[in-house]
């Protein structure tokens, strides 16, 4: 099997701070991976590096494109990887405002992605929008009204179904529950769940969170100043932690 | 089907002074197909650390642990998530939850996962918990609020549902009452029947003694650890 991804000593500098270096990983058709880390440990310049939205100082991000197999989209010109993020990736930002559009409706939110990769018809738009809004679900008579007018949670799940309407192979999250109410993050997780299995996707999760990571990530690597420092298979990094930094990571959440 | 060959295990904790608990040293096991063999010894000698070994949850650094032609110990993370999925059964003490997940769904999840037809895994899965006395009123209920004997019954239910050839069942009978410890015991024997090859560990002995071919005390490998 040729990995989705292949990551190969990635590394980007603030100046003389390093934002992170010397990451490197394959990401399989499937598979979901959480990053952790305490605040400023890199898990957002990672990310951000991989989707394209930052450019990295040293490394190589191949990807398995589906015309022509692993290609370095660090190197490509910007119109591919412009077509990348529109077709094969998607990208789950912390603050649903950040990726979605406020002063379009919802049903407009979702439309505008398929718009984007060249869907004209006005009825099959509106119809896989409403399809995506169930299955987000988000009901129909809440179509026409514009995100402002959604709780946090609803926002979140807008944002998901905007980015998956397109049938991406790749989904990015940076902290995609945070900043909501446990219980809207159980539901929002048990949808990604959900998602994740039913489009075979492969994802990249940052989060802080412990038992995020536990529900969603078959693998994790672990983040600090920069590097990472302990990777693995998720359930194992955090019952049987090696490293000392994953250790107090453990054990300063009281279950999880 | 099982193949443990000198495999040793300490815990680091590098936090409080950088203490080492050594937990076993050398320790080898085979289980064959069609075999149950009981990990024995006191509370805390190391039944459970070694079941979690076999399983991938702890990490092994010295010696090999085969499940079918996987050696464990050296395997890539998505090597034993294949190897989870599809050949090796895990029936803990305590039932982890999803929020939000009916229990009928957490019953047929394995059997989802590994390309089971949604309406066969739930003809299955209704089977195994009505066999296992859940009542049919909570099977569309989230098992996060039932009780301890509840949640170990849906657990394993959820472990018997997919046919693993091999299955490790850490005190599958603690906390259950005499009718449904008699039912788990015969899906253990129906499992042997069918060629699995299992390791458990059981405090009841008349249990253990019914089900067991054999029984391996775990505490020849601590021995002399803990000073
Ligand atoms: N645009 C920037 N200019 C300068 N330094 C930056 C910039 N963005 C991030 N950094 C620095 O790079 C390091 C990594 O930051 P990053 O945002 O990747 O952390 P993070 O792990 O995502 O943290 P958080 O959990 O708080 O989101 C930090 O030291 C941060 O201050
Ligand atoms: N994740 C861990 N980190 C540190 N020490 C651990 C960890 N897991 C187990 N141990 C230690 O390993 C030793 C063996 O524990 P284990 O749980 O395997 O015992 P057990 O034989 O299953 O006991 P019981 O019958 O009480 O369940 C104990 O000293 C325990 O404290
Ligand atoms: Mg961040
Ligand atoms: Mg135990």
């Known amino acids: 099997m040729t990995p989705l991804l292949q990551v190969e000593n990635i590394a980007k500098f603030y100046g003389a701070r390093i934002g992170c270096t010397d990451v490197s990983f394959d990401l399989y058709p499937g598979e979901v991976m959480g990053i952790v880390g305490e605040s400023g440990s890199g898990k957002s310049t990672l990310l951000n590096c991989l989707a394209g939205h930052l450019t990295p100082d040293d490394g190589s991000v191949q990807f398995d494109t589906r015309a022509e197999g692993l290609r370095d989209t660090i190197t490509m010109s910007e119109p591919e990887r412009r077509m990348l993020s529109r077709t094969d990736w998607a990208f789950v930002h912390q603050h649903a405002r950040d990726g979605l559009r406020m002063n379009v409706s919802a049903g407009g939110n979702v439309g505008e992605r398929l718009m984007a990769i060249n869907a004209r018809h006005y009825g099959d738009i509106r119809g896989s929008a409403i399809d995506w809004l169930g299955r987000v679900e988000i009901s129909e008579d809440r179509i026409d009204d514009r995100p402002t007018a959604f709780s946090g949670g609803m926002q979140q799940r807008l944002q998901i179904a905007r980015n998956l309407v397109t049938g991406p192979r790749l989904v990015f999250m940076d902290e995609p529950t945070g900043g909501l109410d446990v219980s809207v993050q159980a539901r929002l997780l048990d949808l990604l769940r959900g998602l994740v299995r039913e489009m075979n996707l492969s994802a990249i999760i940052v989060t802080h969170d412990l038992a995020v990571v536990r529900l969603l990530a078959d693998r994790l690597m672990v983040m600090k100043d920069g590097h990472v420092i302990e990777t693995g298979l998720t359930d194992q990094v955090l019952d049987d932690p090696q490293h000392a930094y994953t250790q107090l990571l453990v054990s300063s959440v009281l279950q999880v | ?227």
């Open chain 2, 1 to 227: 089907m099982i193949s443990i060959e000198n495999v040793s295990k300490s815990f680091v904790l590098h936090n409080q002074g950088a203490t080492e608990i050594p937990v076993m040293q050398n320790a080898s096991l085979t289980v064959a197909v069609g075999e149950c063999v009981a990990l024995v010894g006191a509370s805390g000698a190391g039944k459970s650390t070694l079941m979690r070994m076999i399983y991938g949850n702890y990490l092994t650094v010295t010696g090999r642990i085969l499940v079918g032609d996987v050696d464990v110990a050296a395997a890539a993370p998505r090597e034993i998530i294949h190897l989870r999925r599809h050949t090796l059964g895990y029936v803990s003490q305590f039932l982890r939850v999803v929020p939000r997940v009916s229990t009928l769904d957490v019953v047929a999840e394995p059997l989802l996962a590994t390309g089971t037809p949604r309406e066969d895994a739930n003809i299955i899965a209704q089977s195994l918990l009505a066999r296992l006395n859940i009542p049919e009123r909570l099977w569309s209920l989230s098992p996060t609020t039932f009780s301890g004997g509840e949640q170990q019954r849906v657990n394993i239910a959820r472990g018997f549902a997919y046919p693993y050839p091999a299955l490790l069942l850490d005190e599958p009978t603690a906390s259950l009452d005499p009718a449904n410890c008699a039912t788990v015991l015969a899906m253990i024997s129906e499992a042997k029947l069918r060629g699995a090859a299992i390791i458990g560990i059981f405090h009841d002995n008349a249990a253990r003694e019914e089900i067991c071919d054999r029984q391996l005390d775990v505490t020849k490998y601590t021995l002399g650890l803990a000073a």
